[in-house]
């Protein structure tokens, strides 16, 4: 037993004494010879050029402005006053310049084993340094290298869109090895979503050095890959005109064509994305996070909104899926009787219609156009929550719209497995009752509403998307096909064009043909999202105007034109604003006629309303009569005399 373990002892040590015999003849030999390379050779990267940013009509949206950085020797804390010398020098021909600043990043990066020179100076003008280039570039302790400066000609007007890169951090440096020897990396908005493309690709030069690092041959050449270009499919003169015609006003503006490019994408108020690129003062920042605008944060894709009145046509398409469980009729095509109201099973609430005195007879179309909120909570109930949340998540709401931007938010449209997870509870017909009209847990973006308005105009499901083309090649937008019954969609669209068309309509005031002058019609629906609750006791409504800011409506319009042959998508939210026909509707009204007026109409005749045959005006006749016969036999009382509707 006593051999056992002594020879156990000696095959331990053996053991260790290989293992080192290992790491210093054979794996130090990998790490050793590398350092030897290094000594010998040295590899210096080449920084690519940040590729530019376009509109669609060429202009720029972010450019580079050309100028130079200084760097300065290493190893110069040896000598005594060395460093101070060179820093007067640079102070001496650039008097801006902190040399409190410069001392600190020199003595950041300077060690004993740094051979390369220290960057002090990251970026000063072309115009600065051409005046003193000869006398710095004598000084061999001084380094000149040229830069580049990211700028933003377009400033506050398209900041939310082109977004702004910023010096990178630690997480951003591993992950990109291009971000680690630029030190910049996108932040926000386009210049995050396409970094990887914009920045292009490091070169590099591999050379041979003496003890003192002096270079003596150049072994290898790399040229970096550079200014692979992004055009997108804004237009800035129609941005300018929609920022400036927002004025002081906190809203939301989409316009789109129906194909998917983004022309417009305004999220009022804005910020000068020029003050992050070299890194914001606290002033400039605290002032940013007090302004109750929220100016920093993306509306169109990182603020959700409840939809109010505008989800009443998904809501519809839901129902058309359904058949009522007693006449097996489709549930979106049975007339509902609205009197004001409606009370759930046996409570005594009343879910109310914004019109207290009620719609009378509801069809689909008159749904719309007059935006009867009964008729939507009884084909809320019919079809349920879940049915009614997967139809509007299929459609495009909840869910992000794809858009080419990065961080888009989900936004919410409930079911009960989503409130269970939440908030641990059951769902109630309550909360149907009123997601069904677009308000409740109900949330999302302005860039859903306008994706969704596409759909209703086309029947497509497109991506919302900025770029036409990628460093020179088109950019092909996906979209995908969302089959309905063409019956149903047809009834939605006409609804939407009586919206702006029909006297009854909620935007018939500001959207039609007669007030904007377009030899074309334009469809819609307005929608008053409310974010304050009513109680059951107040029996007249405070009116909008007369509310605290806060207090009042977000309110909506979203809309498409021509009403025939759809090619654009206007959507336009304005939180507080009130009623969306009244506040929203001139804006989206105005658009048009700046599209109109720039050529973006082409060859359009002028629209006429619709006219019904005698068949479709018999069957309408028809179908009210059965309506108010099943009334009579339910013994509903049914008023004898309309209320004109008040203005929106």
């Keep these: 037993m006593r051999y056992k373990i002594i020879g156990l002892v000696f095959a331990g040590i053996w053991g260790l004494l290989i ?17 030897a390379k290094e000594n010998i050779e040295r590899k210096s990267y080449l920084k690519p050029v940040r590729g530019e940013i376009l509109d669609s009509k060429g202009d720029f949206l972010a450019i580079n402005k050309i100028g130079f950085s200084l760097s300065i020797s290493p190893r110069l804390r040896r000598k005594k006053g060395a460093l101070d010398e060179v820093i007067a020098e640079i102070q001496h ?17 300077s ?33 000149i290298t040229a830069e580049t400066k990211r700028y933003y000609p377009q400033g506050y007007y398209a900041a939310h869109i082109v977004g702004y890169i910023g010096r990178s951090n630690a997480k951003e440096n591993k992950a990109d090895p291009v971000v680690a020897r630029v030190g910049r990396a996108g932040k926000s908005g386009l210049e995050r979503y396409y970094n990887t493309l914009l920045e292009g690709e490091l070169g590099y030069d591999v050379s041979k050095v003496n003890a003192r690092n002096q270079a003596l041959e150049l072994l290898e050449h790399k040229e970096p890959v550079s200014n692979r270009n992004l055009q997108v499919s804004l237009d800035m003169d129609l941005q300018k005109y929609v920022y400036k015609r927002l004025h002081k006003l906190a809203a939301v503006v989409v316009v789109m064509r129906t194909t998917g490019e983004v022309l417009a994408a305004v999220s009022n108020p804005s910020y000068d994305p020029n003050l992050f690129v070299t890194g914001i003062s606290h002033k400039d920042w605290r002032a940013l996070q007090a302004n109750l605008g929220h100016p920093f944060t993306n509306k169109f894709i990182h603020a959700v909104y ?3 009145s505008v989800i009443k046509m998904g809501v519809g398409l839901a129902a058309s899926r359904v058949k009522d469980k007693e006449t097996g009729e489709n549930v979106f095509d049975q007339h509902e009787f609205c009197k004001g109201y409606i009370q759930i099973d046996k409570s005594k609430h009343k879910f109310r219609c914004w019109n207290k005195w009620g719609h009378r007879d509801v069809d689909p179309v008159k749904s719309i156009r007059e935006s009867c909120d009964v008729f939507y909570y009884n084909k809320g109930l019919k079809v349920g929550i879940n049915r009614l949340s997967k139809t509007l998540h299929r459609i495009g709401l909840g869910i992000k719209t794809g858009v080419d931007l990065p961080r888009e938010y989900n936004g919410i449209i409930p079911d009960k497995k989503w409130k269970m997870k939440r908030y641990h509870m059951p769902w109630y017909k309550g909360e149907t009752v009123i997601a069904a009209i677009g308000q409740g847990y109900d949330n999302v973006t302005p860039m859903q509403i306008a994706r969704y308005t596409d759909f209703l105009a ?20 996906p979209y995908k096909i969302i089959p309905f019954d063409p019956h149903f969609l047809q009834e939605v669209r006409e609804g939407m064009y009586e919206v702006c068309n029909v006297r009854s309509g909620t935007a018939y005031r500001t959207l039609r043909q007669e007030v904007t002058g377009l030899p074309f019609a334009v469809a819609g629906k307005t929608g008053t999202a409310q974010v304050v609750s009513i109680p059951q006791a107040i029996k007249k409504r405070v009116k909008e105007g007369d509310m605290e800011y806060f207090r009042k409506s977000h309110a909506w319009i979203t809309t498409y034109a021509p009403s025939k042959k759809p090619e654009y998508i206007v959507t336009v939210l304005v939180e507080h604003g009130g009623h969306g026909g009244s506040t929203s509707g001139p804006i989206a009204a105005d658009i048009y006629k700046w599209l109109f007026a720039n050529g973006y109409f082409k060859g359009h005749p002028r629209e006429a309303a619709p006219v019904k045959t005698e068949a479709q005006k018999a069957e309408e006749a028809t179908r009210e009569k059965a309506f108010f016969d099943k009334l009579r036999q339910q013994q509903l009382t049914v008023p004898e005399q309309t209320v004109p509707l008040p203005d929106l």
Excluded: W
């Design 19 to 35: 293992y080192r015999l290992y790491q210093i003849s054979i794996k130090s030999n990998f790490y050793y010879e590398r350092l």
């Design 93 to 109: 021909y650039f008097p801006d310049m902190n040399a409190t600043v410069m001392r600190k990043v020199y003595k950041k990066h």
């Design 111 to 143: 060690s004993a084993y740094n051979h390369k020179y220290i960057k002090v100076i990251d970026f000063i003008s072309y115009d600065q340094m051409i005046r003193n280039y000869a006398n710095i570039a004598e000084d061999p302790r001084i380094h």
């Design 306 to 308: 409840p939809p109010g």
């Design 458 to 477: 086309t029947g497509r499901l497109v991506r919302p998307t900025f770029a036409t083309k990628i460093n020179g090649k088109p950019v092909k937008i």
